[in-house]
Structures are given as structure tokens and as C-alpha cells.
């Protein structure tokens, strides 16, 4: 959905961003956005609680969906702006560390595709490294 919307993929991918959802205990399913009705999507699903990052809170599409879904009982909470977390910050890091890399003749996986560990922190891991989910 992001490449569609913003035309570039998110950082993190989307199979990791729901596996990170869905380990959530309050979270009952964590389901894939696919298209960009998101009332389309609760007609599928059904859900209660639709969450969405503070950013639209109080603008125009914010309050048109807070409209759509409240008139089917949905209710939309906002998740606070992380001031710390930078998906800007991260591509460009990221962009300087592959650029590094190539002046170094130094191979660095690519995506790089972050996990968490044991102790909250993020590891880098290649998709080749990945351990399967079954």
C-alpha cells in the first residue's frame, strides 16, 4: 500500500511490521491494508477499533474518517507522533551506509531487514538469514 500511496517501500517490511503487530496481546488479527478505502476494509472485516498515527489527527482526512467509521460504530484511535523514530532518518542512514560500503567494495545486504532480539533492540539480518515461520 505504501508504494502505491508515497511511491517508495517502507523500511520495514510488510511481513515483519504484522508479525510485530500480531505480537501484541491486545491484538486479536493484524490484517494487511490493501486498498485505499479503509471503510471498504472494514466491510470486509468488521473490526472496532481502527488505528491510525496522530499526524491526521484534527485534519481533513482525520475527521472524515472519524465521520465514516462513527457511523458504523467504529471507533478511530490515534497513536502518538514518535519524535525519536524517523523513517527519514533511518532511509538516509541506511542510503549512507550502502554508500560506504560501495567505497569500501564491502558487500551489505540488501534490504536490510532489521529483527528484534531478546533484549528490545534491533539486529540487522538478511533475508537469507531469516528463519521461517512454519
Do not use: H, N
Not at 510488510?14 to 485505499?36: C, F, H, K, Q
Not at 465514516?68 to 527519514?88: H, L, M, N, Q
Amino acid at each position: 500500500m505504501l508504494v502505491a500511496t508515497k511511491g517508495r517501500a517502507p523500511v520495514v517490511p510488510l511481513a515483519e511490521r504484522l508479525e510485530i503487530v500480531r505480537s501484541v496481546r491486545y491484538v486479536d488479527e493484524a490484517v494487511a491494508e490493501v486498498v485505499p478505502d479503509k471503510l471498504e476494509t472494514w466491510r470486509e472485516l468488521k473490526f472496532d477499533i481502527f488505528f491510525k498515527g496522530d499526524d491526521w489527527r484534527g485534519t481533513e482526512k482525520g475527521l472524515a474518517l472519524e465521520r465514516r467509521f462513527a457511523e458504523v460504530g467504529v471507533e478511530v484511535v490515534y497513536f502518538p507522533y514518535t519524535v525519536t523514530t524517523s523513517s527519514t532518518a533511518l532511509r538516509r542512514t541506511l542510503d549512507i551506509i550502502q554508500a560506504g560500503a560501495a567505497l569500501l567494495d564491502v558487500r551489505v545486504p540488501s534490504p536490510c531487514v532489521f529483527s528484534p532480539t531478546a533484549r528490545g533492540r534491533s539486529i540487522p539480518r538478511t533475508a537469507s538469514s531469516r528463519r521461517s515461520a512454519s
